[in-house]
């Protein structure tokens, strides 16, 4: 696929491919560049090639074949300590017998720089990810947030150009971890760092980044801003993938310009948007977002598809409702609609019309 970025690219992939056994590819002819001062997120499930694309970027692992590029030089044999890359870990990897100011003095002690230099640049370090004051305390006297903002200061104090991130809140708690999400991506931005990050979180890929690259199988399968890969997913992959998804199979009947005409497997007629389908008689995957349906007559739109439906379960869950459908043979279709007045609640058993509009659904690969 291509990738088009503004700007000119900082860190670029070409071609990288990455095999341990000379056989199996776990990266497969990867192309990717970044702009400076970007926010780029490296989503998937286990296995899909990330976080090698993040181990070869940093130096922990040589692409078998290709190119990757830091400011147009190329960085393939450059070792990792040379490469002014700053990382943070999930486990924090902090050194237990060194104080927290030891502990960000480190990288810098490494770089030759001078000790009243190095005082500052700790203090200002500390300072930017508010634990100016723990300087003197070890990191077995932190809990594990501190321990990670302490991780995240020791990245930066050198200021490099390039931050990289390794699942670096899968070990925090829910409520710290949204903290945590809001702070990394608020201090990136205002110092202006390139960072990678990896998760196979994907509210937090959603909520932290500029651009998101989809991994599965070892590519890129959707690389965009992340309203556009939740709003027009272009294969099944990133639909499932990313946020919930109502999918129905079937069969392309028509395809008219923006629209097709799909006939699912239950015999029903629908009309949808054609993403990933070229020809009559190609098998589909139909998507739809739960928010994009309606059951309230009323609120239905001029050219919304209708459809009949069946409520198997209605759950309050305060600021929405989230009900359970037969649809199409179904069982599993979701809506979910705003608590607001005028919506009506559903019993099990009832019997109800839903709809959507045809461009809110996608016909994607089978």
């Known amino acids: 696929m291509a990738d088009s970025t503004t700007g000119e690219a900082f860190v670029e992939f070409e071609r990288v491919q990455k095999s341990y056994d000379g056989e199996n590819l776990v990266v497969k002819d990867l192309n990717l560049s970044m702009p400076k001062g970007e926010f780029l997120t490296m989503l998937g499930p286990s296995g899909s090639g990330k976080t090698t694309c993040l181990m070869m970027l940093a130096g922990f692992e040589t692409a078998t074949h290709g190119d990757i590029r830091l400011g147009g030089t190329s960085i393939n044999n450059i070792p990792p ?12 990897a902090l050194f237990p017998h060194m104080t927290i100011a030891e502990n960000l003095s480190f990288p810098l002690e490494v770089r030759k720089i001078g000790k009243s230099e190095r005082e500052k640049k700790v203090q200002h370090a500390l300072d930017m990810v508010e634990m100016g004051a723990f300087g003197g305390r070890r990191p077995a006297q932190l809990s594990g947030g501190q321990q990670q903002r302490i991780a995240l200061a020791r990245a930066l104090v050198f200021e490099p150009e390039l931050v990289l991130m390794d699942e670096p809140l899968g070990a925090l708690d829910k409520q710290l971890r949204e903290k945590m999400q809001f702070e990394i991506t608020d201090l990136a931005h205002r110092l202006g760092i390139t960072t990678v990050y990896v998760t196979h979180d994907q509210t937090e890929a959603l909520t932290m980044s500029d651009r998101v690259a989809v991994f599965d199988d070892g590519r890129i399968q959707q690389l965009a801003p992340p309203d556009l890969l939740y709003e027009e ?30 006939q699912l497997d239950g015999g029903e007629l629908i009309d949808c948007k054609p993403v990933n389908v070229t020809a009559v008689g190609d098998r589909t995957r139909v998507s739809i977002r739960p ?7 009323e609120r239905l739109k001029p050219g919304a598809h209708t459809l009949k439906a069946e409520v198997l379960e209605f759950i309050y869950m305060g600021d929405i409702f989230r009900t359970r459908l037969r649809v199409a043979g179904n069982d599993e279709f979701i809506i979910k609609t705003r608590n607001a007045p005028d919506q009506r609640r559903l019993s099990p058993g009832e019997q109800i019309e839903i709809g959507w509009l045809p461009q809110d659904c996608r016909a994607l690969d089978a």
């Open 81 to 92: 300590h040379k490469r002014g890359i700053g990382m943070v870990f999930q486990n924090y």
């Open 233 to 262: 997913p272009e294969n099944s992959f990133v639909a499932q993938f990313i946020g919930e998804n109502n999918t129905m199979l079937g069969v392309v009947k028509e395809i008219r310009g923006e629209e097709a005409l799909v």
């Open 291 to 297: 928010e994009r349906v309606e059951y309230n007559p």
